[in-house]
């Protein structure tokens, strides 16, 4: 398996709080994304980066942030969170070229 | 825009049935077409991919650009082949797309013994 871990791996919030989820990868890929998984939608992209402090909006990034200050490590933050945003989240990482993603393991996060 | 359409949410064959995984695209340019599977509470993994037309786990799948179509088929399934199947888009060389895809909404395959 590709080195990309996801922490938490489980998390329940209030709705209003802020949230942080984390993607961390060793294997040096350029390019990290942020997807939310819910059913009847697949797999929906929420942001993206491209480079080291180079981001960008995915198809859903209202109420998302993101930022990627090292090549390893993509965050995720819900800046007030609601509970539209109980999901499972995915962070993938891919390499420049025809190269393919790999995913990390999900986070489940509940907004009650 | 883009977009990939799996028509079956849920699809239930018995062991050692042909299946057969629906999955059409609307994509103006080239695509890059891929078959990803996520068993129980796993990760996604890639399956297969258009481009290198392997057979993986027995399945297999064309592009079809006349009818923007990309089947999963594999000719006897197993009960291990239960999961839930994504078919996804990533646009085209030559474009700036860093490698973004475009996922279908997922067929949830169960195979009875």
């Known amino acids: 398996d590709a080195g990309i871990t996801q922490s938490p791996r489980h998390k329940v919030t209030e709705t209003g709080t802020p949230v942080t989820l984390r993607c961390h990868q060793t294997e040096n890929h350029r390019y990290m994304y942020w997807y939310r998984q819910d059913p009847g939608h697949g797999l929906r992209l929420i942001h993206y980066?491209?480079?080291?402090?180079?981001?960008d909006k995915g198809e859903v990034s209202d109420g998302y942030s993101v930022s990627r200050s090292k090549t390893e490590d993509f965050l995720l933050t819900l800046e007030s969170a609601t509970s539209s945003q109980t999901s499972v989240y995915f962070c993938?990482?891919?390499?420049?070229?025809?190269?393919?993603?790999?995913f990390g393991q999900g986070t489940r996060l509940t907004v009650v | 825009a883009q977009r990939v359409t799996q028509p079956e949410k849920l699809l239930s064959v018995f062991k050692g049935a042909p299946v057969e995984l629906k999955c059409n695209y609307s994509y103006s340019g080239s695509p890059e077409l891929f078959w990803y599977v996520q068993y129980s509470r796993q990760r996604l993994q890639l399956l297969l991919r258009h481009i290198s037309r392997e057979s993986i786990k027995g399945f297999t799948a064309d592009l079809n650009k006349g009818e923007t179509s990309f089947h999963l088929k594999k000719p006897f399934a197993q009960e291990e082949d239960s999961a839930m199947y994504y078919c996804a888009l990533k646009e085209g060389a030559g474009g700036t797309s860093y490698g973004k895809l475009t996922f279908g909404q997922g067929t949830i395959l169960t195979v009875h013994p």
């Open positions: 993938a990482i891919s390499g420049v070229g025809n190269t393919e993603a790999f």
């Open positions: 980066s491209y480079g080291v402090k180079d981001t």
